[in-house]
């Protein structure tokens, strides 16, 4: 099982904050939250990724709630290329291995 | 290379015949994964290696589904006797290390059209 759960679909005006929920109320003390996102026809791409603390890079913002059973991805300032599908992750073992949800497809309008 | 490059990016076999995938990490990366997307879902995990050895194949769905990486590099995944439900996209991804705070680099993917 993916272990979260996210809505099936968001839309968000260009130019605007795109953010993105995600619930994972089962997540373990030392499982990270990671968020990759799908671009039609390509591989997913990583975005970001956080264990308890509110985390930034240059794509995204990753808001951790204190409880840890949810979280928010936020893009800043959304572009019609933001346009894909994201998925917010649990890792759930020591190698890596990535159990994917349905996402949450965002469609970003001019 | 810059990242991680899958070959071919498209094959259409016939029912039936045997299919190889290729996939080429992102040099010097320890972990490679290969997982399924259907149509319209999520990318389901298949196999997993640490250099050459295949430590986790909990999600391949037969056994005409095998994979290898015998040099700790490039790795192989093939199908035999390919049936129509194995259409999907295959994708490769590799991690520098194997800690629980890395992240993957996802290749392309070959989308696997049986006929």
């Known amino acids: 099982d993916a272990k979260t759960t996210q809505p099936t679909s968001m839309d968000c005006a260009e130019g605007r904050a795109a953010n993105l929920p995600c619930n994972h109320s089962t997540i373990s003390g030392n499982e990270y939250v990671y968020w990759y996102r799908q671009i039609h026809s390509q591989g997913p791409q990583y975005i970001i990724h956080?264990?308890?603390n509110n985390e930034t890079n240059e794509m995204a913002s990753l808001i951790i709630t204190e409880d840890r059973k949810s979280s928010t991805l936020i893009l800043p300032h959304a572009t019609l290329r933001d346009t894909a599908v994201y998925y917010c992750i649990v890792r759930v073992d020591f190698v890596g291995k990535l159990i994917f949800g349905q996402g949450t497809t965002l469609q970003v309008k001019p | 290379g810059a990242g991680v490059s899958q070959s071919p990016r498209y094959k259409v076999a016939k029912r039936g015949q045997d299919v190889a995938l290729r996939c080429d990490p992102i040099?010097?990366?320890?972990?490679l994964f290969w997982y399924q997307q259907a149509l319209g879902q999520g990318p389901e995990f298949l196999t997993y290696f640490q250099n050459e050895a295949q430590l986790d194949k909990s999600g391949l769905p037969s056994d005409r589904f095998f994979a290898e990486r015998p040099e700790g590099s490039v790795s192989t995944l093939k199908i035999q006797r390919t049936q129509q439900e194995d259409s999907a996209v295959y994708l490769c991804?590799?991690?520098?290390?194997?800690?629980?705070?890395?992240?993957?680099?996802f290749g392309q993917g070959t989308r696997l059209t049986v006929v």
């Open positions: 991804a590799s991690t520098l290390g194997t800690a629980m705070n890395t992240e993957a680099f």
């Open positions: 040099s010097g990366h320890v972990s």
């Open positions: 956080g264990l308890k």
